[in-house]
């Protein structure tokens, strides 16, 4: 008699790019090539600095710490006061670095202990990664982005995203605060994912869950997610960290030792020049600014509505059809998107529009824009 296992498929949702083969292929058959919009993932270099930091580090044989050295914890703690107004933070006990967000975010309810027993609460629309996870510890999911709509059943952890992926949206202070005060009451933890904080464009600043106005000092039950993917460009170094519960953080240590999951010794060494100098992270900001300033209007000017996006790395589109149509029409240009129906049912109308394209593959896309949609 064979093992009967959980096919992959019954486990998880279907890899949402898969769906989108048939209008690569037709942003790809382009005379002038494909502008990829799908994605998030940086197209300008790492700083030279960072490089070097890397290279530097190259040599060195012995295995990294799975906390991340002294340095790169006080980088850390530095970095999100310097950048994010958080005090606070202990170095030994209240951070530690990720292999990437992506991967930390995906197996947080499984260390954390949840199962079957356990509800993750999402946003309406919402990274699929935060979906995945739940699913990885057997958990239900709701989607949520109001506490009114709670209900008796408490949500053993809540993800919050500020700026939004996909839509930008910002969360203020206020709001997170109820978030905030209903951890306090029920024992839910909240996980905020913070990796486009430094990445406001207008309206209010954006503000972690851990800054003073949000949570008065007490980290309690909250951890913040924060990446160099997005304003460092390093996405090839999955160079993330978590923040905040001192408690949640050294669980989450103990478990990742006996797993084996270490930032490799170079990237380390990476992640303190680049949370050391803020410099570069200014140049990228406006090189984004510009680009993003660019596709709006010729988006807006192509009969597109801009919502949301005040901050983030991405333009919430619609023509008030149905996205996927607006994907296949935007493929006909050699303009990839995302179809809104990949962050939830309330996305069905909208497409997001990525801002991480070259300065000439942005000026390809808003002279194609200017030509006119096929109908």
């Not at 809540?158 to 700026?163: A, K, R």
């Not at 000092?217 to 519960?245: E, P, Q």
Request: negative net charge.
């Amino acid at each position: 008699m064979s093992v009967q296992r959980v096919p992959v498929g019954d486990r998880l949702p279907d890899f949402p790019w898969d769906s989108l083969a048939e209008a690569t292929a037709t942003a790809k058959s382009h005379p002038d090539g494909i502008v990829d919009l799908s994605v998030g993932t940086p197209v300008d270099p790492v700083a030279p600095t960072i490089q070097l930091a890397l290279a530097e580090s190259a040599a060195v044989p012995g295995y990294p710490q799975t906390k991340g050295t002294p340095r790169l914890r006080e980088s850390i703690v530095g970095a999100m006061a310097r950048r994010f107004g958080v005090e606070g933070l202990d170095a030994e006990r209240d951070v530690l670095p990720v292999i990437g967000t992506k991967e930390a975010i995906a197996w947080l309810p499984t260390l954390l202990g949840l199962s079957s027993d356990h509800t993750v609460m999402i946003p309406e629309l919402a990274y699929p990664t935060y979906e995945v996870s739940a699913k990885l510890a057997g958990a239900s999911v709701v989607r949520r982005d109001s506490l009114l709509s709670v209900g008796p059943q408490t949500p053993a952890l809540i993800y919050l995203n500020s700026p939004a992926n996909p839509h930008g949206q910002v969360l203020g202070v206020e709001h997170l605060r109820k978030f905030v005060d209903f951890a306090r009451q029920r024992g839910t933890i909240i996980v905020s994912d913070e990796c486009y904080l430094g990445l406001g464009w207008e309206g209010q600043r954006p503000v972690s869950i851990l800054d003073p106005a949000v949570c008065e000092g007490d980290f309690t039950n909250l951890i913040a997610v924060h990446s160099l993917s997005k304003t460092s460009n390093m996405a090839s170094y999955r160079a993330g960290w978590l923040a905040g519960d001192g408690e949640l953080i050294q669980e989450l240590l103990e478990i990742r030792r006996h797993a084996g999951l270490m930032n490799p010794g170079p990237i380390q060494a990476a992640m303190v020049t680049a949370l050391e100098e803020d410099g570069h992270e200014h140049v990228q900001k406006e090189l984004y600014r510009t680009r993003r300033e660019q596709l709006r209007a010729a988006l807006e000017n192509a009969g597109f509505t801009i919502e949301h996006s005040e901050a983030g790395l991405y333009l919430w589109a619609t023509e008030g059809r149905d996205g996927r149509e607006t994907v296949a029409r935007l493929a006909q240009l050699g303009i990839l998107c995302a179809p809104g129906d990949f962050y939830g049912p309330k996305g069905s109308k909208h497409v997001r529009v990525g801002l991480t394209a070259t300065d000439e593959k942005i000026e390809a896309a808003v002279q194609r824009l200017a030509a006119g949609l096929p109908e």
